[in-house]
C-alpha cells in the first residue's frame, strides 16, 4: 500500500482551510527532480451534478511506453462544500483513498488541476504533494488565475502564466493548433521538468495521457461501466 503523511483532518469550515492553506504554502518546495522518473500516475476526479458522491482514480503509467502498470478506482462522498480555489478540501479525501491502495508508488504525480497557478500557491497538485511526500504538477484544462500571450500554435511552445509579477505556471501547446493546457509545478518539482513530463506523456491528444485515462476511469466508473477497487 502507498503511503501519505495525515497532515490535518478534514473537518473544516471554508474559512479554517483558507487559513490551512495560509499555513501550508510555506512548506511547498518547488525544486528539480532529485532522481529519473520511471513510473507516473495520473489523478482526476468526477462527480454527477448536485450529488455528493465523488468517483476518484489514479492510473499509473511506464513514463517511456505509457503502458498501464497499474490503476484503482475508489467511490467515496464529500464532505466538503463546493468553494471555488478550495477544491482541494473537497477531492482530496477521496484521491488519498485511492493512493493508499496502490501497491506501485509512481515516481511523479499529475494532477487534474493546479500547482502553485493557485490564488494562495496551493492548488490540489500543491495540497496533496505534501500528503503523498512525492513529485506533483498540475496539468489544467482551464486557468483559475494568471494571464500568459497565447503560444505559437505548433507543440511544445509555451509561455509563462504570471500572477502578481510571479511566474507560477505555462500554457502549454501539447498539440499543434489545439487549446493549451496550464501547467504548474505542485511540489517536489520546477516548472521545466512539469512542462518536460507532460510534452513526454503524449498519446496525440490535447490531454496527456496519466490524467486523461484518470478521467476515462472516473467516468467508467461513474457511469457504472467499472466497480471500484
Given amino acids: 500500500m502507498a503511503r501519505f503523511n495525515n497532515l490535518h483532518n478534514w473537518t473544516l469550515t471554508p474559512a479554517e482551510a ?9 512548506e511547498i518546495r518547488i525544486e528539480p527532480l532529485t532522481r529519473p522518473v520511471e513510473t507516473i500516475a495520473g489523478c482526476d476526479i468526477s462527480f454527477n451534478k448536485f450529488e455528493e458522491t465523488v468517483y476518484a482514480g489514479i492510473v499509473v503509467l ?3 511506453t505509457l503502458e498501464v502498470v497499474e490503476e484503482v478506482g475508489v467511490i467515496s462522498t464529500a464532505t466538503f462544500p ?8 473537497r477531492e482530496g479525501p477521496a484521491l488519498l483513498d485511492a493512493w493508499a491502495k496502490l501497491k506501485i508508488e509512481p515516481d511523479v504525480v499529475m494532477f487534474d488541476g493546479q500547482g502553485i497557478a493557485h490564488p494562495r500557491r496551493i492548488g490540489i497538485a500543491s495540497h496533496m504533494g505534501l500528503f503523498i511526500d512525492r513529485p ?3 496539468c489544467a484544462k482551464s486557468v483559475l488565475v494568471g494571464k500568459y500571450d497565447e503560444p505559437a500554435p505548433e507543440r511544445g511552445n509555451w509561455s509563462p502564466m504570471v500572477h502578481y509579477r510571479e511566474v507560477i505556471g505555462a500554457a502549454l501547446r501539447t498539440k499543434d493548433k489545439v487549446n493549451p493546457v496550464y501547467v504548474s509545478p505542485g511540489h517536489l518539482i520546477d ?5 518536460d513530463l507532460t510534452l513526454r506523456c ?4 490535447r490531454i496527456p495521457e496519466p490524467t486523461r485515462r484518470a478521467h476515462n476511469l472516473v467516468n467508467a466508473l461513474r457511469r457504472g461501466e467499472r466497480a471500484a477497487d
Fill in 202 to 205: 503524449n498519446g496525440g491528444y
Fill in 18 to 26: 483558507v487559513a490551512l492553506q495560509q499555513q501550508l504554502r510555506s
Fill in 82 to 89: 463546493y468553494v471555488p480555489g478550495l477544491l482541494s478540501f
Fill in 191 to 195: 516548472m521545466e521538468t512539469a512542462i
Fill in 62 to 64: 511506464q513514463l517511456d
Fill in 136 to 138: 506533483a504538477f498540475g
